[in-house]
């Protein structure tokens, strides 16, 4: 295994997130029977799906890999040795989810270091797993997905991820700033998955004010492995603004969210 600690580790992430993906879609096939829960604002919920799959990926994440340490979004993180930390969101898109759309994923990342360099997003109403390893490209079900490096935000819809805890004017003005350079704005509320379709050339970029780790890492190494610049300013503690498309989309993402407002 550790001959080739990214590739091992990389296999096993996809069947993880297959086999996670599988558990979650039981539970979504049965969500009625579930009493989600508030968490820190209107719409921010949380439901024994999600409590229930993170606590099965952990056990066997741990169980191979008992050196690499784990950070997820129910539980609090745990310290390992190798160097290695899984980043492991089991339902990205709760809301999507407990409301009966297709678009959540299971979503886990590996950081070498401060680095992302494995990531899997899994969707598995869309029968779609997207992949990816340092250096090894990225994947959507096998093939290989190379992003459009001539996009500009005008060239077809962009990711706005902002929630019901972003600062309303700063929003409006992101999306007054993008309206008037041509852009228009897509939503699936799946970080996760917005990423994934930067890399599969499904939206031209994507801009969130506010994601934590367990949503994004998995889907910046997707965006870089399929050729696109991804720029996170939070990390593995703190959670911080994302943009990520082909170069010139983020640098133009990056102006507009700083219109004022
Ligand atoms: C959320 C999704 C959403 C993003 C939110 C996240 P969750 O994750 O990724 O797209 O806008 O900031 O909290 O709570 O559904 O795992
Ligand atoms: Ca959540
Ligand atoms: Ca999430
Ligand atoms: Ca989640």
Same mark, same amino acid.
């Given at each position: 295994d550790e001959a080739d600690p990214l590739a091992s580790r990389l296999a096993a992430a996809e069947r993880l997130a297959r086999t996670a993906g599988n558990n979650a879609r039981t539970f979504f096939l049965a969500r009625d029977t579930l009493n989600p829960e508030l968490k %820190?604002? &209107?719409?921010d919920l949380v439901s024994e799906a999600d409590r229930t799959v993170e606590a099965w990926l952990r056990r066997a994440i741990r169980r191979r890999f008992p050196q690499d340490g784990i950070v997820g979004e129910e539980e609090a993180a745990t310290e390992g040795s190798s160097g290695f930390v899984w980043v492991i969101d089991p339902i990205d898109g709760t809301m999507p989810f407990l409301v009966g759309q297709p678009n959540w994923t299971v979503s886990i990342g590996i950081a070498r270091g401060d680095a992302p360099v494995v990531g899997v997003v899994y969707a598995p109403m869309l029968r779609e797993c997207y992949s990816a390893a340092e250096g090894g490209g990225a994947r959507l079900n096998g093939c290989l997905l190379t992003m459009?490096?001539?996009? &500009?935000?005008? %060239?077809t819809t962009i990711g706005f991820g902002a929630t019901?805890?972003?600062d309303p004017s700063e929003a409006g003005a992101f999306v007054e700033a993008l309206y008037r350079e041509g852009g228009v704005l897509f939503r699936v509320g799946s970080g996760a998955l917005m990423l994934a379709y930067v890399a599969a050339n499904r939206i031209a970029g994507y801009y969130d004010p506010t994601l934590h780790c367990w949503d994004c890492w998995a889907g910046m190494i997707l965006v870089r492995e399929a050729g696109g610049v991804v720029t996170f300013e939070g990390d593995l503690g703190q959670p911080g603004p994302i943009w990520a498309g082909n170069r010139r989309v983020h640098d133009q993402l990056r102006r507009l969210s700083r219109a004022t407002p």
């Open positions: %820190s604002a &209107s719409q459009n490096p001539d996009w &500009s935000v005008a %060239s019901q805890k972003a």
